[in-house]
């Protein structure tokens, strides 16, 4: 019943801006914290930034100063606005949720497909 849908990933050039969307979708009641993660080949995935339903935010030191995460409540959406990137960023970035589905009592956590962020020269 839920579906998060990504947007925004390609290639850049390093020092280069990206920013990544994800809409949820579908019988959603409510939506806590939100996230982004990434994962590179032969790494285990990992917490790029969060975003507590309240607008509070954490990041992986490896992207502090540069990454910004946002969300729009109203359109069930979260962002990751990336800049200055580097070639380290390079990843499948997925965005997950914790959503309130309609009719059920416990909240699930949920997650998007994955874009594709490369950074290279």
């Known amino acids: 019943q839920v579906q998060l849908v990504e947007s925004g990933g390609g290639l850049v050039q390093p020092g280069g801006s990206l920013r990544l969307s994800c809409a949820a979708s579908?019988?959603?009641?409510?939506?806590?914290?939100m996230g982004w993660y990434r994962q590179a080949p032969g790494n285990q995935r990992e917490l790029v930034a969060s975003?507590?339903?309240?607008?509070?935010?954490n990041y992986a030191d490896s992207v502090k100063g540069r990454f910004t995460i946002s969300r729009d409540n109203a359109k069930n959406t979260v962002y990751l606005q990336m800049n200055s990137l580097k070639p380290e960023d390079t990843a499948v970035y997925y965005c997950?949720?914790?959503?309130?589905?309609?009719?059920?009592?416990?909240?699930?956590?949920?997650w998007g497909q994955g874009t594709q962020v490369t950074v290279s020269s």
């Open positions: 579908g019988s959603i009641f409510s939506i806590n914290n």
């Open positions: 975003i507590t339903n309240r607008g509070s935010t």
């Open positions: 997950n949720a914790e959503i309130f589905v309609m009719g059920h009592a416990a909240e699930y956590e949920y």
